[in-house]
T-cell receptor
Framework: EPEVTQTPSHQVTQMGQEVILRCVPI?????FYWYRQILGQKVEFLVS????????KSEIFDDQFSVERPDGSNFTLKIRSTKLEDSAMYFC????????????FGAGTRLSVL | AQSVTQPDIHITVSEGASLELRCNYS??????LFWYVQSPGQGLQLLLK??????LVQGIKGFEAEFKRSQSSFNLRKPSVHWSDAAEYFC????????????FGTGTLLAVQP
């Protein structure tokens, strides 16, 4: 069964460093998403991406964040200068065009900012 | 404002007992409703979804959920719990449209006693 793959599973970084979280969505999916979950809190929407552009972003998704689909298979989330409060589990998801409301999630990347 | 409430943070049931996890939502339009499950080290797996039609929906692993518009609820049920059902369960609402973002509840952690 096709699945969304995220790497790495755990990333440790120093405050102020740049990190790139990687995702390989399901191959015939066209919509891509990033969510995050701070420990003990809700899963929160960050950004959605379709047709090589952002379709919606949340207030959390400020100028420190960017997304990219550098090739036909990868979808990345970059945090330019990490802060302590960026420590969280980051989930990638993807969905088809129709029924596009069904999102399939990866196992997540745990980001620890020290 | 759009929101999802899962009143029970932690529930413990005995193996073989029935289960009901509560979910209430606040959403301005017709909601699309989902239940996801997360086992340790795993991603968010879709259990079931409601888009329209029959308000009682069946999902994987023997789970079902009932949409009650009058109560703004979408409770998850299982008649007989298995030890492998121990996990965290998330209710989510999404409205489709241009962006399709999901709004999650805080999750309910299910423990199963032998």
């Amino acid at each position: 069964e096709p699945e969304v793959t995220q790497t790495p599973s755990h990333q440790v970084t120093q405050m102020g460093q740049e990190v790139i979280l990687r995702c390989v969505p399901i191959s015939n999916h066209l919509y891509f998403y990033w969510y995050r979950q701070i420990l003990g809190q809700k899963v929160e929407f960050l950004v959605s991406f379709y047709n090589n552009e952002i379709s919606e972003k949340s207030e959390i998704f400020d100028d420190q964040f960017s997304v990219e689909r550098p090739d036909g298979s990868n979808f990345t989330l970059k945090i330019r200068s990490t802060k302590l409060e960026d420590s969280a589990m980051y989930f990638c998801a993807s969905s088809r065009t129709e029924p596009r409301r069904i999102q399939y999630f990866g196992a997540g990347t745990r980001l620890s900012v020290l | 404002a759009q929101s999802v409430t899962q009143p029970d943070i932690h529930i413990t049931v005995s193996e073989g007992a029935s289960l009901e996890l509560r979910c209430n939502y606040s959403y301005g339009a017709t909601p699309y409703l989902f239940w996801y499950v997360q086992s340790p080290g795993q991603g968010l797996q879709l259990l079931l979804k409601y888009f329209s039609g029959d308000t009682l929906v069946q999902g994987i692993k023997g789970f079902e959920a009932e949409f009650k518009r009058s109560q703004s609820s979408f409770n998850l049920r299982k008649p007989s719990v298995h030890w492998s059902d121990a996990a965290e369960y998330f209710c989510a609402v999404g409205g489709g449209g241009a962006t399709n973002k999901l709004i999650f509840g805080t999750g309910t952690l299910l423990a199963v006693q032998p």
